[in-house]
Nanobody
Framework: VQLQASGGGLVQAGGSLSLHCAAS????????VGWFRQAPGKEREFVAG????????FYADSVKGRFTITRDNAKNTVSLQMNSLKPEDTAVYSC???????????????????WGQGTLVTVSS
């Protein structure tokens, strides 16, 4: 499956953005999907994940309560709604998917086999 991320942009602190990850050549059905981000000079970090059954969501502590990951089967997309954005949320955000992820390791980017290109999110103070 090929993934395409979109929706990044420039927003003021406290604002909102919605990122979208579209799949082609396959569907998200049966796949765990994760959003990761990488800020300049920093390592890639887990942001949010949606277990393949669609029943479990996972969030980094830094975004819990502000970000929401959802899946739209009809549109074959996974979205990341980001509210109350902070300057420290500035990063390149990428979506990824895997079919054989282990539930206990959803936050581990090494499990993911399909990656979309990144989309830049910039939050100004």
């Amino acid at each position: 499956v090929q993934l395409q991320a979109s929706g990044g942009g420039l927003v003021q602190a406290g604002g909102s953005l919605s990122l979208h990850c579209a799949a082609s050549g396959g569907t998200f059905s049966g796949r765990t999907v994760g959003w990761f981000r990488q800020a300049p000079g920093k390592e890639r970090e887990f942001v949010a994940g949606l277990w393949r059954s669609g029943s479990n969501t996972f969030y980094a502590d830094s975004v819990k309560g502000r970000f929401t990951i959802t899946r739209d089967n009809a549109k074959n997309t996974v979205s990341l709604q980001m509210n109350s954005l902070k300057p420290e949320d500035t990063a390149v955000y990428s979506c990824a998917a895997c079919q054989t992820c282990i539930l206990s390791s959803v936050r581990n980017f090494q499990q993911y086999t399909s990656w979309g290109q990144g989309t830049l999110v910039t939050v100004s103070s």
